[in-house]
């Protein structure tokens, strides 16, 4: 039975929130008229300066993959962000909805998508699927029709000032192409041999920043006629082939600092938004609530048939994550586009709203637990009025859309810059500071390594998933291993003996 699952009752007062965390509200909220219907709504107050908006991406990579939205939301919890413009604030994941309609044999979405402020899918040209967006300024925005002027979009290096056009971001390469993957796209590029890879380790995320603005990096490798680099959580790799390749390597030296600026253009006849510094964004599907109108399209049979929806909302003091279900005669048999609009302006106060990916989609998941019938709305029948909910039928989806509660960045880090370090337990090293990132490669116990630190924000010994995590290189290889599975080596002529004494 739901009861089981759901802790919260169906309120009759627009103001009876359950609070889940500072600035988060949960309500679930019961329409008798004209059929049935549960609303299940999460609301984030805008003013509160430690919740915020973030997206997620299924398993961690956009290249394929699908995942329950609990699942996705375990992954992200606990992991370090970039909320306040650096890295090592920690998600404390509250709330997670579906996202944005994706493929359904690779689990890719199917739209643009910003996260932790990587713009690492770019929104489709002149389709306005451009949906919900949040600023780091904590604006929130719902997008329609965009597009990437190509001149727009490029890298500039310091050191001559020369310009290179990107050509596309966590594209498979093809021909004569100069493509960027960001640490959203897989563990590596995935490319082969027949080109360059620039490994460039950044400030910050690529975000979208127009010129003269950028986001800086350094080149640290320059992998000529090698493919499948590797991408750490704070890098990007550049790959070329073709006479791209070819104006890569005659301008680009190792050490070289190059700066990112990327533009999202509103096509013409769209509203003007405002797109620099977006931290989060995917795509949407109906833009229902405009300015506290109502905006829908009469022409589509499906805004006028009940359904199971997952929406986003927001006016000048919250944004609202609402998942309505169907299917349930008796208990909750759905929504159409216009009740919808009419619930989220005059019961919410919403002035603007957008619908994500709904039907079977529609999930709500809070501190990991899904609260809404994703039987009803997987299957579109419960039969019998039943209120059931079967974990197991929890759908597969692309991405989802999460409010956040930041926790502060911890540190306790030990170790020096060129320390030599040893493990002494078998040990996993990892592309980033956590459990959500790639695995590398095993470690063995007594394996030994040098303590790394890192080029601009420097964040070793970090809190993540639960541990402290160290940038270290054992070998060839460069990752990042948890803290308390490595000890100091012991200074000249003191016996290893007396590794357990200095160990932290």
């Known amino acids: 039975m739901l009861a089981l699952f759901l802790p919260f009752k169906p309120a009759a007062s627009p103001d009876s929130w359950s609070a889940l965390a500072a600035g988060i509200d949960f309500q679930l909220f019961h329409l008798a008229s004209p059929r049935p219907i549960n609303l299940f709504t999460a609301r984030l107050n805008r003013a509160e300066p430690t919740a915020i908006i973030d997206t997620a991406i299924a398993q961690g990579r956009l290249v394929e993959g699908r995942e329950q939205i609990s699942e996705m939301a375990a992954r992200y919890d606990q992991a370090i962000n970039y909320w306040g ?12 909805i579906n996202g944005y309609f994706f493929n359904l044999s690779t689990g890719r979405p199917l ?49 001559s000032g020369e310009t290179r056009k990107i050509n596309g971001v966590n594209l498979e390469r093809d ?22 890879e620039v490994l460039v380790e950044m400030s910050r995320p690529t975000l979208v920043l127009p010129e ?11 992998r000529d006629w090698l493919g499948n680099t590797p991408i750490p959580f704070d890098h990007v790799v550049l790959s070329a082939t073709g006479e791209s390749r070819t104006g890569l390597l005659s301008r680009l030296q190792d050490g070289d600092e ?26 949407g599907d109906y833009h229902f609530l405009t300015n506290g109108a109502l905006t ?105 859309l999460m409010m956040v509660a930041v926790e502060p960045r911890i540190l306790a880090n030990i170790f020096q810059p060129d320390q030599v370090v040893t493990t002494d337990q078998a040990a996993e090293l990892r592309l980033g500071p ?25 964040i070793n010994g970090v809190l993540a998933k639960g541990a402290y995590w160290q940038r270290v290189k054992f070998g060839l290889q ?5 803290q308390d599975a490595l000890v100091r080596e012991p200074p000249p002529g003191l016996p290893r003996s007396f590794l357990p004494l200095i160990r932290r």
């Open 175 to 196: 021909m004569d192409e100069l493509i960027l993957y960001t640490p959203q796209y897989d563990a590596a590029t995935g490319t082969d041999n027949n080109g360059v």
């Open 296 to 400: 829908i399209d009469e022409s589509n049979p499906d805004a006028f048939s009940p359904n199971s929806r997952t929406a986003v909302a927001y006016n000048a003091n919250y944004v609202y994550f609402i998942v309505i279900d169907g299917w349930n005669p008796g208990v909750s048999e759905g929504i159409s586009i216009r009740e919808l609009g009419v619930f989220a302006r005059d019961t919410l106060g919403a002035t603007d709203a957008v619908t994500l990916d709904s039907g079977g989609s529609s999930t709500m998941v809070v501190y990991g637990q899904v609260i809404n019938n994703t039987t009803c709305n997987f299957t579109r029948e419960c039969g019998s009025g039943a209120e059931v909910n079967a974990p197991d039928l929890e759908p597969l989806v692309g991405n989802a």
């Open 258 to 283: 190059i700066g990112f600026s990327q533009e999202i253009t509103d096509c013409s006849g769209s509203p003007v938004k405002n797109w620099t510094k977006t931290y989060a964004a995917t795509g």
């Open 434 to 458: 956590g459990t959500n990132y790639a695995f590398l490669t095993n470690l063995v116990s007594g394996a030994q390594g040098i303590a790394l630190g890192m080029r601009y924000d420097d």
């Open 111 to 159: 739209s643009g998508q910003i996260q932790s402020g990587w713009y690492a899918q770019r929104f489709s040209d002149y389709v306005g699927d451009a949906g919900f967006a949040w600023n780091l300024d904590r604006s929130a925005m719902i997008g329609k029709c965009v597009y990437h002027t190509p001149r727009f979009q490029f890298f500039t290096i310091l050191r």
């Open 478 to 482: 460069t990752g990042w291993i948890r």
């Open 212 to 222: 003269p603005a950028m986001a800086l990096g350094k080149v640290v490798k320059i």
């Open 85 to 96: 413009e650096s890295w090592g604030q920690r998600n404390r994941v509250v709330v997670t």
